[in-house]
């Protein structure tokens, strides 16, 4: 099992910057698929970019590349996603999932571990 935690939320003016963190534990948490979905009010839930955690594999939705990056420490088993230039569209709650395949589908039905989820709301 993989058990996650995320942090890093907040409040930030359209241009700032935000990094989240997902700190993993369990022993199966080498070779699975990291991945950060959010969702916004009243929107379905979409995945913005994942990680396969033993060979950084990337993947990330058109919406953020160039502006956000997705990284990992192994040796803190944590996942961290950089946003910067964050835009009023990018408010939502963040989830950290962890799962089995690592592509640009981003099925959140392939992800069977998801964290509590950390708010991220961007203002004008």
């Known amino acids: 099992a993989v058990h996650l935690v995320e942090s890093g939320g907040g409040s930030v003016q359209a241009g700032g910057s935000l990094r989240l963190s997902c700190a993993a534990s369990?022993?199966?948490?080498?070779?699975?698929?990291v991945a950060w979905f959010r969702q916004a009010p009243g929107k379905e839930r979409e995945g913005v970019a994942n990680?396969?955690?033993?060979?950084?594999?990337?993947n990330y939705i058109d919406s953020v590349k160039g502006r956000f990056t997705i990284s990992q420490d192994n040796a803190k088993n944590t996942v961290y996603l950089q946003m910067n230039s964050l835009k009023l569209e990018d408010t939502g709650m963040y989830y950290c999932?962890?799962?089995?395949?690592?592509?640009?589908?981003?099925?959140?039905?392939?992800?069977?571990?998801w964290g509590q989820g950390t708010q991220v709301t961007v203002s004008s």
């Open positions: 999932a962890a799962g089995i395949y690592c592509n640009g589908a981003f099925r959140s039905w392939e992800y069977g571990y």
């Open positions: 369990g022993d199966t948490y080498r070779r699975v698929c």
């Open positions: 990680i396969y955690t033993s060979g950084g594999r990337i």
